[in-house]
Nanobody, 122 residues
């Protein structure tokens, strides 16, 4: 069964850190574009970070540059989003995604995780 399973969300104070994990099963991540999107209440879904399959270039949204890092461990078939210096405006449901090609829009991705809530609040 092909699926992505997320973990690592939760409640954190401003300035804190969280690491989200996304474990893939049923396919090998080595050959897929991977990424993270998020959606806050009342807002559109936005790309946080992704790695393109075509050239392995990494994209970060301007709002997270220097604070978030995407990475993958092909041996574990898992990828991650390390989030540091978290801010209240980072509060959202975070989704991991994967696709043979990928892209900058959420509809470019065929596989989605179930979503994990990240809340940044004091």
């Amino acid at each position: 069964q092909v699926q992505l399973v997320e973990s690592g969300g939760g409640l954190v104070q401003p300035g804190g850190s969280l690491r989200l994990s996304c474990a893939a099963s049923g396919f090998a991540l080595d050959f897929y574009a991977i990424g993270w999107f998020r959606q806050a209440p009342g807002k559109d879904r936005e790309a946080v970070s992704y790695i393109r399959r075509s050239d392995e270039n990494t994209y970060y949204a301007d709002s997270v540059k220097g604070r978030f890092t995407i990475s993958r461990d092909n041996a574990k078939n898992t990828f991650y989003l390390q989030m540091n210096s978290l801010r209240p405006q980072d509060t959202a449901v975070y989704y991991c995604v994967a696709d043979p090609l990928g892209g900058s829009n959420y509809y470019n991705y065929h596989y989605w995780g179930q979503g994990t809530q990240v809340t940044v609040s004091s």
